[in-house]
T-cell receptor, first 116, second 119 residues
Framework: GAVVSQHPSWVICKSGTSVKIECRSL??????MFWYRQFPKQSLMLMAT?????????EQGVEKDKFLINHASLTLSTLTVTSAHPEDSSFYIC????????????FGSGTRLTVV | AQTVTQSQPEMSVQEAETVTLSCTYD???????LFWYKQPPSRQMILVIR??????QNATENRFSVNFQKAAKSFSLKISDSQLGDTAMYFC????????????????FGQGTTLQVKP
């Protein structure tokens, strides 16, 4: 399966600033990556599908202008939380679909964002 | 739209015992995949087992096996000889099989079941 690196593992930022989270597919050219948000002891909520070379597809209710997604290359997708507020504090996870869809997905190790 | 339901928020099991986690789903699709993912305290999502809906044989991976009942839309996970390292949150997930227009292959997750293995 794919090897996925997500950075940073955790970040603390001040309210009103922006934070960028990177997701890299290290051994596989990923045309599609997914971004999730997870609150403690809850399930993963899909935020958007990141498509290489085109605009991301956002799930209903996700603010496109707050959560900017860029997938400029086949190995890198970034999620930028703009003008962060304390309610944006959460655990963010990216995932990459494997070369064979039947093998499911590989997930990054996640980023814990705390906005103070 | 597809939905996945895990009705057991929390479960516990004694080490070396067997435990079964339940999952039901709703879909009008006939071709799809089902997965069980594990999320230990590190929060790294790990694939435990997968099942292709067109295969009648239940998938097994070492101590992990599934009971796939397509007509009942049920996909339970059995963990045999439970180990302390099995302590984690377990998610059942659904994915359409074919990547067609409008199908990005996204995973649809259940609410999760927190499993505690006790020594």
């Amino acid at each position: 399966g794919a090897v996925v690196s997500q950075h940073p593992s955790w970040v603390i930022c001040k309210s009103g600033t922006s934070v960028k989270i990177e997701c890299r597919s290290l051994d596989f050219q990923a045309t599609t990556m997914f971004w999730y948000r997870q609150f403690p002891k809850q399930s993963l909520m899909l935020m958007a599908t990141s498509n290489e070379g085109s605009k991301a597809t956002y799930e209903q209710g996700v603010e496109k202008d707050k959560f900017l997604i860029n997938h400029a290359s086949l190995t890198l997708s970034t999620l930028t939380v703009t003008s962060a507020h304390p309610e944006d504090s959460s655990f963010y996870i990216c995932s990459v679909r494997g070369q064979l869809i039947m093998y499911g997905y590989t997930f990054g190790s996640g980023t814990r964002l705390t906005v103070v | 739209a597809q939905t996945v339901t895990q009705s057991q928020p929390e479960m516990s099991v004694q080490e070396a015992e067997t435990v079964t986690l339940s999952c039901t789903y709703d879909t009008s699709e006939s071709n799809y995949y089902l997965f069980w993912y594990k999320q230990p305290p590190s929060r790294q999502m790990i694939l435990v087992i997968r099942q292709e809906a067109y295969k009648q044989q239940n998938a097994t991976e070492n101590r992990f096996s599934v009971n796939f009942q397509k007509a009942a839309k049920s996909f339970s996970l059995k963990i045999s000889d439970s180990q302390l390292g099995d302590t984690a949150m377990y998610f059942c997930a659904f994915m359409k099989r074919f990547l067609l227009s409008g199908n990005t292959g996204k995973l649809i997750f259940g609410q999760g079941t927190t499993l505690q293995v006790k020594p």
